[in-house]
């Protein structure tokens, strides 16, 4: 199939691209990799008047260390993150999350910044952002601005971002010491999305975590941070009962769906199951 006919822009700076979104009266797209884009203007479904092609900006590009905090530019390509010994530095858990990404051709061309703003509920990067207290800067003709990531995601394929606005770039705290990060995933093929998905960081002292943050995916309409489990994992050894004692706090932070992969039940208890291996890597 092919798409609807519809108007293409391409600006060369942040203001110009502002400008468009604010002063178009019609349905705007924005294009960045394009990866979830294309498909969906292909099978019409979605319809616009207008796309913008934001690629030409190039402040919008790039990954830089900032005293204690990594920026990633909501450009950058997938693959540029997945190979940044900054980010295998300072931000593991992002590194960790890379790989399971659809595929490799789709990590060429997709951008870090596309994936937020769609936020797919059975994406990797949301979760991971929301585990590490990540910040999200938005960028309007009003000014900019800094949202938290776990008040980002407001609901399904629903974000903070109102239509005038660009997600611009994100800010993760870098790797504090004694803090280690966990990534698990299921899915029925590498790459596919995910049945359940857990990205974990902690302070770790020892086979012992604290300030426990557990942020799962596929398993709502956006990550969840199992409040529950964490604080019942608080100061404690990592053995038998806490992990037991963990997984049941799970049924009070956890609320799946089914979908086309597998049933609710199914996914608390892939849910469960990730918990433990998590905790466990943790303190390797």
């Known amino acids: 199939m092919k798409p609807s ?25 924005v294009l960045a990799g394009g990866q979830s884009l294309m498909p969906t203007l292909n099978m019409r479904l979605s319809s616009p008047s207008l796309l913008i092609d934001i690629n030409g900006i190039t402040e919008l590009d790039g990954i830089e260390v900032v005293e204690d905090v990594i920026r ?15 980010i295998a530095q300072h931000a593991p858990l992002i590194a960790m999350a890379m790989p399971h990404i659809a595929h490799p051709a789709i990590r060429n061309r997709g951008t870090f910044g596309g994936s937020i703003a769609l936020a797919d509920p059975a994406a990797e990067l949301p979760a991971c952002l929301c585990a590490l207290g990540a910040t999200i800067e938005i ?19 629903e974000t903070d971002l109102s239509d005038d606005e660009l997600l611009t770039a994100v800010e993760i705290p870098t790797l504090a010491d004694g803090y280690k990060s966990a990534f698990e995933e299921l899915a029925r093929r590498h790459g596919d999305y995910a049945m359940t998905g857990l990205a974990a960081h902690g302070l770790i002292d020892g086979d012992k975590v604290s ?11 956006t990550p969840v941070l199992a409040k529950n489990a ?23 932070d956890l609320d799946p769906f089914d979908d086309l992969n597998c049933s609710a039940a199914v996914k608390m208890l892939y849910a469960r199951e990730l918990t433990s291996r998590a905790l466990k890597a943790l303190i390797r």
């Open 5 to 29: 006919p519809f108007d293409y822009v391409k600006p060369a700076s942040l203001g110009e691209a502002l400008k468009l979104l604010s002063d178009s009266d019609g349905e705007v797209v």
């Open 72 to 86: 990633i530019g909501a450009l950058t390509r997938h693959q540029v993150v997945q190979s940044s010994a900054d």
């Open 139 to 157: 960028a309007g003709n009003k000014g900019h601005r800094v949202v938290s990531a776990i008040d980002f995601f407001k609901d399904l394929y």
């Open 211 to 221: 300030d426990l943050r557990l942020a799962f995916f596929a398993v709502g309409g």
């Open 230 to 252: 964490s604080a019942v994992a608080e100061g404690r050894s990592v053995d038998d009962a806490m992990l037991s004692a963990v997984q049941s706090a799970l049924e009070k």
